[in-house]
């Protein structure tokens, strides 16, 4: 159980173009999802948490314009990279908080990551 | 702020090798904490957790006990395999939101 998925798993887009990258929580209704960004080598940098029908919480430095965070349901949020550049190509990786009340709340369970080039 | 800081890497162990990855933390309160494992290519996987002070967290021969008075969770391991090479993330979680801080992250490099 708690499976998230990613969706595409990799995409090579070119420069100025909007990518969509959907997170999807397969058995379990998540309410909260994040999203992280994670350089060659290093550590995951949170993005933004993304609410379940309203709007999401961007950390600081994150321009919200560009990456759109769209959470309609309890099972799916999208994060939208738009007019990608190259210096935008990374890895993005997903997480979402099990709402429910059978499972522990303070464990997120990840995607299996989103893999972007920008030429 | 929370933070989490790990053993810079790489570690290169033989296999069958002992294995401590350092991780201490700094928060208020009583934080929840997580040691992650990631494969190349892949998102994290939730290895084990702790969610009070002397808990044990334990998952396929890794453990980390919750010291409070070091405020440490190291991960250990009595004998590492090849596939155990992987970065390993220890976090802490310290909020409603369950907000996740990571540390650096630490690059396992096990050989035959």
């Known amino acids: 159980g708690a499976v998230v998925s990613q969706h595409p798993s990799r995409v090579i887009c070119k420069s100025g173009t909007s990518v969509k990258i959907e997170c999807r929580s397969l058995d379990f209704q998540a309410t909260t999802m994040f999203w992280y960004r994670q350089f060659p080598k290093q550590s995951l940098m949170l993005m933004a948490t993304s609410n379940e029908g309203s709007k999401a919480t961007y950390e600081q430095g994150v321009e919200k314009d560009k990456f759109l965070i769209n959470h309609a349901s309890l099972t799916l949020s999208t994060l939208t990279v738009t007019s990608a550049h190259p210096e935008d190509s990374s890895f993005y990786i997903c997480?979402?908080?099990?709402?429910?009340?059978?499972?522990?709340?303070?464990?997120?369970?990840f995607g299996p990551g989103t893999r972007l080039t920008v030429l | 702020g929370d933070s989490v800081t790990q053993m810079e890497g790489p570690v290169t162990l033989s296999e069958e090798a002992f294995l401590t990855i350092n991780c201490t933390y700094t928060?208020?309160?009583?934080?929840?904490l997580f040691w992650y494992v990631q494969y190349p290519g892949e998102g994290l996987q939730l290895l084990l957790k702790a969610t009070k002070a002397d808990d044990k967290g334990s998952n396929k021969g890794f453990e980390a006990t919750y010291r409070k008075e070091t405020t440490s969770f190291h991960l250990e391991k009595g004998s590492v395999q090849v596939s155990d090479s992987a970065v390993y993330f220890c976090?802490?979680?310290?909020?409603?939101?369950?907000?996740?801080?990571f540390g650096g992250g630490t690059r396992l490099m096990v050989k035959p």
């Open positions: 928060a208020t309160g009583y934080p929840s």
């Open positions: 997480s979402a908080r099990d709402s429910g009340r059978r499972r522990q709340t303070d464990t997120q369970y």
């Open positions: 976090a802490l979680s310290n909020n409603a939101g369950n907000m996740l801080t």
